[in-house]
T-cell receptor, first 113, second 111 residues
Framework: EPEVTQTPSHQVTQMGQEVILRCVPI?????FYWYRQILGQKVEFLVS????????KSEIFDDQFSVERPDGSNFTLKIRSTKLEDSAMYFC???????????FGPGTRLTVT | SQQGEEDPQALSIQEGENATMNCSYK?????LQWYRQNSGRGLVHLIL???NEREKHSGRLRVTLDTSKKSSSLLITASRAADTASYFC???????????WGAGTKLIIKP
């Protein structure tokens, strides 16, 4: 069964460093999402992406964040200058045409020290 | 405003019993979805119920939706130890595809 994959599974970085989190959505899906979950808290929407552009973003998704679909398969989330409070699990998700169920990757645990 | 609040926050029951979790939300929705998350792992989609549906079944899962009360419930029948996880409701608004999440119910099934 096709699935969303994410790499790395765990990333440790120092405050102020740039990180890129990678996702490979399910191949025929068209809508892509990033969410984050701070330990023990709710899942929070960050951004949605469709037709090679951001369709929506939350207040969390400030200028430090960017997304890109550099080729036909990868979908990346970049944090330019990480802060301690960026430590969280980051989940990528995708949706197929005409559907509403989101398929989630296993997540990347980002630890900012 | 917060959307998708589950209760209880935590539920501990014996294996074989039924587990019921509730979710309330505030704004109009296109659909409501339930997801499961095992500790420290990814989110697994369980079931989606559309705003014009009142009840839906999938295996041992039964979901109800009451749009007049802006609430939903997830019933897991004949619980198993493997059902131990956190369960989240997420609402899909009319206007877009993003999901708005509740805080989750931590379910523990005691063998």
């Amino acid at each position: 069964e096709p699935e969303v994959t994410q790499t790395p599974s765990h990333q440790v970085t120092q405050m102020g460093q740039e990180v890129i989190l990678r996702c490979v959505p399910i191949s025929n899906h068209l809508y892509f999402y990033w969410y984050r979950q701070i330990l023990g808290q709710k899942v929070e929407f960050l951004v949605s992406f469709y037709n090679n552009e951001i369709s929506e973003k939350s207040e969390i998704f400030d200028d430090q964040f960017s997304v890109e679909r550099p080729d036909g398969s990868n979908f990346t989330l970049k944090i330019r200058s990480t802060k301690l409070e960026d430590s969280a699990m980051y989940f990528c998700a995708s949706i197929g045409t005409g559907r509403r169920e989101q398929y989630f990757g296993p997540g990347t645990r980002l630890t900012v020290t | 405003s917060q959307q998708g609040e589950e209760d209880p926050q935590a539920l501990s029951i014996q294996e074989g019993e039924n587990a019921t979790m509730n979710c309330s939300y505030k704004t109009s929705i296109n659909n409501l979805q339930w997801y499961r998350q095992n500790s420290g792992r990814g989110l697994v989609h369980l079931i989606l119920i559309r705003s014009n549906e009142r009840e839906k079944h999938s295996g041992r899962l039964r979901v109800t939706l009451d749009t007049s009360k802006k609430s939903s419930s997830l019933l897991i029948t004949a619980s198993r130890a493997a059902d131990t996880a956190s369960y989240f409701c997420a609402t899909g608004p009319d206007s877009n595809y993003q999901l708005i999440w509740g805080a989750g119910t931590k379910l523990i099934i005691k063998p």
